[in-house]
């Protein structure tokens, strides 16, 4: 039986393995080679994603936007009444992606650095 943080575990070596095979192929697909740099590259820009991806997910759970989209929900002509706020319109978790990309910024970085020395 599988703890809590064992699970969590095997669940963020799995989406970091995705990821680097992700960072290989779009390597090769846009780079048409593999080496430090483009790793540096297309590690960047997957890992920044992930982190701009979760944290845009986790402003939209904190109820951030709820005003906003409560006022657009009166204006729009398809109002009948119920109005559910866009804080609990959202059920995604992103602990995972924002902890890859995390992991994945740490290894460019580490990368980063074997390039300039």
């Given at each position: 039986?599988?703890?809590?943080?064992?699970?969590?575990?095997?669940?963020l070596?799995?989406?970091?393995?995705?990821?680097?095979?992700?960072?290989?192929?779009?390597?090769?697909t846009?780079?048409?080679?593999?080496?430090?740099?483009?790793?540096?590259?297309?590690?960047?820009?997957?890992?920044?994603?992930?982190?701009?991806?979760?944290?845009?997910?986790?402003?939209?759970?904190t109820?951030?936007?709820?005003?906003?989209?409560?006022?657009?929900?009166?204006?729009?002509?398809?109002?009948?009444g119920?109005?559910?706020?866009?804080?609990?319109?959202?059920?995604?978790?992103?602990?995972?992606?924002?902890?890859?990309?995390?992991?994945?910024?740490?290894f460019?970085?580490?990368?980063?650095?074997?390039?300039?020395?």
């Open positions: 039986m599988l703890l809590k943080g064992e699970h969590m575990f095997k669940k070596v799995y989406w970091f393995l995705s990821s680097q095979l992700l960072v290989f192929i779009c390597s090769f846009f780079y048409k080679r593999i080496d430090l740099l483009c790793y540096i590259n297309t590690s960047f820009t997957i890992g920044a994603l992930l982190i701009f991806f979760s944290l845009s997910v986790f402003m939209l759970r109820g951030f936007f709820d005003a906003f989209f409560y006022g657009f929900q009166r204006l729009s002509s398809r109002f009948d119920e109005v559910r706020p866009l804080s609990k319109l959202v059920s995604i978790h992103v602990q995972m992606p924002f902890l890859t990309g995390v992991v994945m910024m740490i460019m970085a580490i990368a980063l650095f074997l390039q300039s020395s």
